[in-house]
């Protein structure tokens, strides 16, 4: 038997390869996603309608884990506390804003401090957690290093009190994340054109009335990307509150994430973890969905 005989690629299959050499890489990802990612969530909306506990069980049941959930107290209590931390979260926009502001231009030092704001980003969750509960402890953080410099009726104890254990957190994620908002804001305004910037100078328009006036509108895709990548965080956020409160006190810093995984892994109860998940999807879709409108209409109405 002879030698097998290896035939060359012909020019149109190079070419075909070449075009779409991006498309054919990426297809292992896309399979994965695919399988992994829709598979799981088609998995946890079947789960939602079924009897499930600690293990799989098909009898279904309509809409009984869904009523059931929103007479938990609980879940009514994280959803509350995830309007206040998607709030909250927008100060990381807010300053990040301000910070690029600041350090746009010659600015002495400004790849320095950029440097520094963003090195908070450079941390994980946990790690962060762990340091902003160290500073809100009341025997080892600010608290008693305020009292020990002779202020002995000096109260921070946020992470034990239930009406401010959410600003807690807050704080800790925006101290984490306004690093990267500083970037991405950077990024929307050194993609404004120069000749922007000589028409007002020439008008001798004030820079307040600048950004107010021009150049926050034209960073409108910015800020909806921001705004969107905030909501994710928002919805994702379970890291932090494990390293900071654990859900506490008393459940005041439940988000939904964090219901959801109690539910799947310490409470054992398949089905209304997965109705949990359906319904913050459901919650992330609708935004999703409502951002992009809201830019549109709004792009209409000044048109």
Same mark, same amino acid.
Request: charged fraction near 10%; proline fraction near 4%.
């Given at each position: 038997?002879?030698?097998?005989?290896?035939?060359?690629?012909?020019?149109?299959?190079?070419?075909?390869?070449?075009?779409?050499?991006?498309?054919?890489?990426?297809?292992?990802?896309?399979?994965?996603?695919?399988?992994?990612?829709?598979?799981?969530?088609?998995?946890?909306?079947?789960?939602?309608?079924?009897?499930?506990?600690?293990?799989?069980?098909?009898?279904?049941?309509?809409?009984?884990?869904?009523?059931?959930?929103?007479?938990?107290?609980?879940?009514?209590?994280?959803?509350?506390?995830?309007?206040?931390?998607?709030?909250?979260? @927008?100060? $990381? !926009? /807010? =300053?990040?804003?301000?910070? +690029? &502001?600041?350090?746009?231009?010659?600015?002495?030092?400004?790849?320095?401090?950029?440097?520094?704001?963003?090195?908070?980003?450079?941390?994980?969750?946990?790690?962060?957690?762990?340091?902003?509960?160290?500073?809100?402890?009341?025997?080892?953080?600010?608290?008693?290093?305020?009292?020990?410099?002779?202020?002995?009726?000096?109260?921070?104890?946020?992470?034990?009190?239930?009406?401010?254990?959410?600003?807690?957190?807050?704080?800790?994620?925006?101290?984490?994340?306004?690093?990267?908002?500083?970037?991405?804001?950077?990024?929307?305004?050194?993609?404004?054109?120069?000749?922007?910037?000589?028409?007002?100078?020439?008008?001798?328009?004030?820079?307040?009335?600048?950004?107010?006036?021009?150049?926050?509108?034209?960073?409108?895709?910015?800020? @909806?990307? $921001? !705004? /969107? =990548?905030?909501?994710?965080? +928002? &919805?994702?956020?379970?890291?932090?509150?494990?390293?900071?409160?654990?859900?506490?006190?008393?459940?005041?810093?439940?988000?939904?994430?964090?219901?959801?995984?109690?539910?799947?892994?310490?409470?054992?109860?398949?089905?209304?973890?997965?109705?949990?998940?359906?319904?913050?999807?459901?919650?992330?879709?609708?935004?999703?969905?409502?951002?992009?409108?809201?830019?549109?209409?709004?792009?209409?109405?000044?048109?």
């Amino acid at each position: 038997m002879g030698p097998s005989v290896i035939r060359a690629a012909t020019p149109r299959q190079e070419a075909f390869t070449h075009k779409h050499a991006a498309t054919i890489a990426a297809l292992p990802v896309l399979g994965a996603a695919l399988v992994f990612y829709l598979g799981s969530t088609l998995w946890s909306v079947v789960m939602s309608f079924t009897a499930s506990k600690i293990f799989p069980d098909m009898t279904f049941v309509g809409l009984r884990q869904y009523l059931r959930l929103f007479k938990d107290s609980l879940w009514a209590l994280s959803l509350h506390n995830l309007a206040i931390f998607a709030l909250g979260s @927008l100060l $990381s !926009l /807010v =300053l990040g804003f301000f910070l +690029a &502001v600041l350090l746009e231009g010659d600015v002495p030092g400004a790849g320095i401090f950029r440097t520094i704001y963003l090195y908070p980003m450079a941390i994980s969750l946990i790690i962060t957690g762990l340091v902003w509960q160290w500073l809100f402890n009341p025997t080892l953080g600010l608290q008693q290093f305020v009292r020990d410099l002779g202020a002995r009726d000096f109260v921070f104890n946020w992470v034990a009190d239930p009406q401010k254990v959410m600003y807690a957190l807050i704080v800790a994620s925006v101290w984490q994340s306004t690093g990267f908002y500083m970037v991405l804001c950077s990024a929307g305004l050194k993609g404004i054109d120069h000749e922007v910037w000589q028409a007002s100078r020439i008008d001798g328009i004030p820079k307040y009335r600048m950004y107010l006036e021009v150049i926050i509108p034209m960073m409108s895709f910015t800020f @909806l990307t $921001s !705004l /969107v =990548l905030l909501s994710i965080g +928002a &919805v994702k956020a379970y890291d932090i509150i494990v390293a900071m409160t654990n859900g506490g006190p008393g459940g005041h810093s439940v988000l939904p994430s964090y219901y959801i995984v109690d539910m799947y892994i310490n409470r054992r109860f398949i089905a209304l973890g997965a109705a949990g998940s359906t319904v913050l999807l459901l919650i992330v879709v609708a935004f999703l969905v409502a951002l992009p409108l809201i830019n549109l209409g709004l792009r209409r109405r000044k048109a």
